[in-house]
């Protein structure tokens, strides 16, 4: 089953790193990427910008309008994903536990579903439909 971690951290504590911490810490991202692909279990992944580089999308009536920077006003930024393939949950939780930022902020997470033609459960809390597996 795929699982898509979410790391979160604190944009302003990671930028009171020194580059020598910083690349340190890229360093150990890399190779928990490596680990987790010799494991089979790293499907995809990217860090991301700052959050000053992004912009929020949405539509109302049919009109769409932008804001700079997130939508949420949060302590903790998104800061990159890893989508993990693993057997269950309990897996998931172990292998998000090894990523390098979870020590400075957290990482959330979530099972994947996949979209169907039909049959999609509003909310997407299905997780079996028509006897075929997420």
């Known amino acids: 089953m795929k699982y898509l971690a979410l790391v979160y951290y604190d944009e302003k504590i990671m930028n009171r790193l020194s580059q020598q ?14 680990r987790l ?18 912009t929020t999308v949405r539509v109302r009536d049919n009109r769409v309008t932008t804001t700079d920077g997130p939508f949420a006003e949060t302590k903790e930024q998104l800061a990159g994903f890893y989508m993990l393939e693993a057997k269950d949950l309990d897996e998931a939780i172990a ?10 902020g957290s990482v959330e997470v979530r099972p994947a579903r996949e979209l169907m033609e039909k049959g999609n459960q509003a909310g997407g809390n299905a997780t079996e439909t028509a006897g075929e597996s997420l």
């Open 21 to 34: 911490e910083w690349d340190s810490l890229n360093q150990e991202c890399m190779a928990c990427v490596a």
């Open 37 to 54: 692909s010799d494991g089979g279990h790293y499907i995809t992944g990217s860090p991301l910008l700052p959050t000053s580089t992004a």
């Open 95 to 104: 292998l998000a536990g090894k990523i390098p930022p979870a020590r400075y």
